[in-house]
């Protein structure tokens, strides 16, 4: 399927080797943001009969639990631009009645089907958050909410900060990073993300924070080896040889150990809750 929009550097992202990393990851995942789901599930608060649309649904972890709580009779659809995580995602819902779309959710041609619109930490790369943002608005229903949760300050989520701090000597120069630009962390200013959704029409704007963790691994070793696989570290990383990530999971390992608790190595995170309604 080809999809051509703003977002092209996302898409080809996702599609590729990423893509399919996390697509791999989807169990080690699920057990990093088990505390961060259960949040934003309770945030979120689907009820029975409701019809949800999960954006950026990945491998549909969160869009399983919503089919959960919405019943079979309603409408579940999850969306993402990522094939080899939608792959899985279909794999997991086996027969169970629930749609998956591959599309760019800044674009797509929505109709206003939905009571709900959800998103776990899939609505921070668009190329233009406020058009991206008008758009899933025209998939509520007149009053229909939408309720995502996304990462706060880098700095606050020592999850990211430490591993990459940790291993900073041994990675190649870095360009200072553009705190708006498309990413993980382009929503840590609440007032600018209250802006951007209420320049799109949303009423009734909050953000709330939560401060959590990141279950990253039983080990501190797991959770080196897991930084260079996934998130900053593992961007910062992607050119080096094996010689020197093997150097960087010693420094990782070391670093992480100050995380270590006896459910495994948990670092800080802290995200915002964030509501609004069509």
């Known amino acids: ?131 991206a943002f008008a758009n899933i608005r025209k998939a509520l229903k007149p009053g229909g909410r939408l309720r995502f949760v996304c990462w706060r300050a880098m700095m606050d989520n020592q999850w990211a900060t430490v591993p990459l701090m940790a291993a900073r000597d041994l990675l190649p120069a870095q360009e200072p990073p553009d705190p708006n630009a498309p990413g993980p962390f382009a929503f840590a200013d609440s007032a600018r993300l209250k802006a951007i959704l209420e320049r799109a029409g949303f009423k009734n704007v909050t953000a709330e924070k939560l401060d959590s963790v990141m279950n990253m691994a039983p080990t501190a070793r797991e959770a080196a080896q897991f930084s260079l696989g996934i998130g900053p570290l593992a961007r910062a990383s992607a050119e080096c040889d094996d010689a020197t990530k093997a150097k960087i999971v010693v420094r990782v390992t070391e670093a992480m150990k100050r995380f270590e608790t006896d459910d495994g190595v948990a670092p800080p995170a802290a995200c915002w809750l964030v509501g609004a309604s069509a």
């Open 1 to 131: 399927m080809t999809i051509v929009s703003a977002n092209q550097d996302q898409i080809d992202y996702w599609n590729g080797p990423a893509g399919q990393r996390w697509a791999e990851a989807q169990e080690s995942l699920d057990k990093n943001l088990l505390s961060i789901s259960a949040a934003l599930l309770s945030f979120v608060g689907v009820k029975t009969g409701e019809s949800v649309l999960d954006v950026g649904c990945g491998c549909a972890t969160t869009t399983l639990a919503y089919a959960d709580a919405a019943g079979r009779d309603a409408r579940v659809m999850g969306v993402d631009i990522s094939g080899p995580m939608l792959s899985l995602a279909r794999k997991r819902a086996g027969s169970r009645p629930i749609e998956f779309i591959q599309a760019d959710a800044s674009t797509h041609p929505f109709k206003p089907e939905f009571d709900v619109v959800a998103s776990r930490f899939g609505v921070m790369f668009f190329a233009d958050p406020g058009s």
